[in-house]
């Protein structure tokens, strides 16, 4: 009888990709106790950012919640540019030198003493960084590399995989809006700010609420399908210029329910179910509407039994509605909408939610020049 156990089949199993990349280092430090840290950084061309996405630590993770401009790191910006991986087998030595980047100094403060990076590609098209990390110099030999490669390319594959399964679903939604009338305020500029405020909440609220950043990243891409329901309402409706009767509120207010009905068919359509953090889509969607004090729609449910990536996109929502132009209003000011969310905070907006991005306008504002409004809203 041949009792060999295969290394991985921890991987074959259905599980989250962060319990993958878990069970991926848990494999490789049986072979290669000394490596102490995996950590995957994902690229977002649209703003350049690299940003922490999941990480595997026998300690603590030095880098939470961490994002930088590639732009600023030369030397990973370069890894990425030839596609090649890099060894750092004494850190130790490299903290005193000047042209350092401040991540790689936190790395070795951290006690870190060896790194091997590596980009990640699919189809040739740069999608983020695997970072292998020892607290003992000199580790990464060539016989050492050779093998962390294959789990590298295991893992990228694994990433790609559940990367591709959002854009999938992203697209697939993005495609149903345009066949039918959804358009202007739902797409667009509202979507890129009010998922950039919605993840700057998030970021703020991580240490309190103990958030990993995978689930904020999630936030990150889910939150603008949360008006996808809205496809579902009629033009005459939606693009009213004026105020809606109690009817056509009714009809309007629908559009959670109806947008976590789309969500569940598509997902049922694609086979994407069991994609990781796939409630919070449904969360997202469902009950962006409701209030605090459970005066909201479609449920009525209040407090924090309204799920926290919903109370945070009702809060990036709000202040995306107020502050841009709709059929129904002009934009209004920050300093207005401002005043406006500080009297929703704690009745119908969610009080830390609300502090969270008022405390935070100098990002806010960065985000509101680089999405500026284009003629549609
Ligand atoms: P939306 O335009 O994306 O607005 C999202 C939420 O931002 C609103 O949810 C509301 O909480 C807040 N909001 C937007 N504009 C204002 C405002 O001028 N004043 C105040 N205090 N809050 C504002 P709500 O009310 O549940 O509306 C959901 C959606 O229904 C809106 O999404 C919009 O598409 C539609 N809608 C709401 N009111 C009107 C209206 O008077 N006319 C038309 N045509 N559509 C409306
Ligand atoms: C840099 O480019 O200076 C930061 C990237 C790194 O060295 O890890
Ligand atoms: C990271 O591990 O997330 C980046 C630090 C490094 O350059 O190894
Ligand atoms: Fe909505
Ligand atoms: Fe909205």
Redesign the pocket.
Known sequence: MNKHRDILEELNKHAPLKEKIIAAHKSISRIFPFIARVAITIYDPETTLLKTYLHSSIDGNPLPHYQVPLDEAPSLKELAEKGLPRVINNLLTIEDSDNIHEHTRRIARSGFAASYTLPMFNNGVFIGFIFFNSYETDVFTEMVLEQIDVYSHIISLMVVNELASIQTLTAAIKTTGHITHLRD?ETGSHMDRMSRYSRLIAISLADKHRLEDSYIEHIFMFSPLH?IG?IGIPDH??M?P???DENEKVI??SHTRKGCEMIDELLANFGLENVEYIDVLRNITKYH?ESINGEGYPSGIKGEEIPLESRIVAVA??FD??TSS????KAWSNEDAIA?LKSMAGETLDQDCVNALIENMDQVELIQQQFKENSFG
């Open positions: 305020p008006d809205k409706i939606l009213k004026g105020e809606l309007m207010q509407h929502d709000v509605a107020l709709r059929p129904y209003k406006t």
